[in-house]
Structure formats: structure tokens, C-alpha cells
């Protein structure tokens, strides 16, 4: 049974009158917790918190798999599987320990200590967690970003080519940025902050994937006589599901990144952030819902409201622990309104983003960054400024490197007759739907 509240009271004003409680029970001194359970809690955050990230690569993947034509769907499933895949083996490989580089060789923008290592595995460590707890929460970060690239540039690009960027991105291009705020580097030193990645995790893969875009060209049939042709997802309630399991991936994703749960205050503020991160995804949905219901005449837009929800999500994420909740609800809701803005404003450039990948985590990841130093008065605004800035500029310019690269070497595109056919078929050699007619 439930107790109300003024019974538990009374009851424990006699237990204490008759000194059984004395001196400890209606204490307001929180107990500290010892070393030992400190350390067993603070890795159990990242596991548990790792976990949950780690469902986001099947929320990204059945996401893509509904937004993208049934032609397609089987190879959007197959690439998110093997992303993953391949973003694991070179966080290992290099990222880990680009993002946590032992020694620097440029002081504070790179640095490298060769491939991450166990060490110990039995014995605590100083750093008060397990080392292997937060190189697994690091590398579903990892992974994260690389999901972005993979939805904007569907339903056109070759599979091998998509893997080599990957693994560059994921063991290269990311870390080194991330290094630069999370590894003690040179927007560390400058007071730069982005509590769980807006910029550093979603904004880096929203500007690889712009880059992609870009330079791969959009679909065939996209855009015509200075028009822009709809092609409809193959399943809205698969990308609902979606939508869902991201948000529910994102309770890891910024709860996690207190980085620490053995005392009272830390768990504090994990319940705080997770109050945070939810209204803002709600508020997202909402300002999503009725701006397409303005704009549209009255119809509201399955797509843009499922990522009106991710739009809010990626706002919060730089600062989740700061803000009131009519602060996570104002700030969601922005992010919610430059999705459905950023979209059209895309096709007008002739930007081709299957997923709106873009509009949700880079021009959202953007949004979330700046607005830091409202909630957060120790942030200056400067120092959010040059870190979007300095951030944006490296991720692009490095990816539209490798891009080019590819292009002109093995090729990115498949030939106009995949496309028509579908990649399922041109890629792979299946269909996601074989019972049923390619959409």
C-alpha cells in the first residue's frame, strides 16, 4: 500500500520521541558512502548508462528503415548494424585514446597513446570507476555520431564506401575534436562546455553527414523544374519505434554523462537531468506538431513531428543538469520549431537529407550549445561560440576531404539503375519486403 505522507510523519515524531531513533533518524546529514560503493556505483552508471545508449544503434536503425523507401530498407538496417560494428573496433583501435590521449603531441589539440589497454583488471582504480565501464560508455557515443551520417545520405550511396568513412570518422575525425573539450584540451581551457555532446557527438555527425550530402548529390527525381518531390517513408509507425527507443536511449545518454552516482548529490542530479531531458523532448513534439499544423493548413507531418522529439533531445544535451524545467521545456521547443524550419530551407538549397538528420542534430546540436550560458552563467557565450565554430569548421572540411577522396577513387554513388531498383537489390542482393511491391 501507498502511505500518505502526514501518517509517515506522525509516525516517526513517536518512534523518535521514544529516543529509538536518536540521534540519526530525522538527521538532515546525508551519510557519505564508502570508497568501495562509490566505485561500484560510479561504474554501474556508465554499464547501465551504456546499455541504454547502446539501444539507441537499433532506434537509429529502425528509425532509417521506416523513413527510407522499402527498396532501401534492408540496406539502412545493414549499414546501422555494421556502424556499429566497426565504430567498436576503432575506438579500440585509436579513438579512445585520441579522446584520452596519455600524452600530447600538439598540446591541446592532439594527442595519442597507442590502442586503449585493460591494465589492472582486479584492482580498483584511482579514477574512482571502472576504466573498462567508461571506454564502453565512450564508445556508444562513438557509434552515435556515426548513426547520424548514415539516414541523411540514404538511398544512393554505395555501402563500402559509407564503412571506409565510418571507420575514419569514428577513429579519427570525432575523437580528435572530442579531445579537444572532453580530453582536457584547448576548449577545455577556455571554459567551452557541452555537458553530454550536442556539439561534440550530434553536431560533429550532423556536419559530416552535410558534407556527404553535398558531395554525393541528392536522389534522383528529388528535385524537379525547381520543385521538390515528396517519397514517402515506407513505414511511419516502424520510425514511431524509433523515435521511442531514442528516447528512451537518451535517459543513458545524458544521465550517464554526470559521470558519477556514489554520493546523494550525484544521483540528484541524474534525477534532475532525466526530468530535464524528457520535458524537453516533449516540448520538442509539441512546438513540432503545431507548427506543421500552421504551415501545412492544417495537417500535421509525421516525419518532422517524430523529430521534433529528437530535435528537443539533442537541445537539452549540452546542458541538462542546469536548467528549470520551464527552461527544458522553452529550450526543447525551439529545437522542435528549427527542425520544421530547417527542413524546407534544406530542399531550398537543393540539400538532400532522407531522415532530416541535419535540421534534428546539427542545426538543433547548434541550438543546444549556445543556449548553454542562459542556464549556466559560468559558460561564456564566447567561448560556446568558438567551440561551434572551431568544431564545425574541422569536422567538415576533414570529412569533405575523405568524401572527395572516395569519390574520386572507389566512388560513393551506385549507378542510376540501382537507385531505381533500390539498394536492397543493387547492394544486397534481398529485399527488406520481398511479398510486397517495391515502394
Known sequence: MRFRPGWVTRLAGAVA???LLAPMALA???PEASAVSAYVDNSYLFLISGLVVM????GFCMLEAGLVRAKNAATQATKNIMLYSVAGIMVWIAGYNIIYPSEWIVEGVFGFGGPWHWGDREAMSEAGYSPG???YFQMVFVATAASVVSGTLAERIKVWPFIIFTAVLTGVIYPIQCSWEWGGGWLDGMDFSDFAGSTLVHSTGGWAALAGAIILGPRLGKYVDGKTVPMPGSNIPLAALGTFILWFGWFGFNGGSQLAAGTAA???AVSIIFINTNAAAAAGVIAAM????????GKMDSTMILNGAI??????TAEPLTPEIWQAVLIGGVGGVLVVLSVPALDKLKIDDVVGAI???LVCGIWGTLIVSWTNTGVPIVAQATGVVAIGAFVFITSAIVWTILKFTVGIRVSEEEEIEGLDLGELGLEAYPEFKKG
Open 55 to 58: 539501444f539507441m544503434a537499433a
Open 311 to 316: 530535435g528537443g533531445l539533442v537541445s537539452i
Open 266 to 268: 550525484d544521483i540528484n
Open 290 to 297: 503545431i507548427m506543421t499544423s500552421v504551415l501545412y493548413k
Open 359 to 361: 535540421p534534428a542534430h
Open 133 to 135: 565501464s567508461d571506454w
Open 17 to 19: 520521541a521514544t529516543g
Open 28 to 30: 538532515q546529514e546525508v
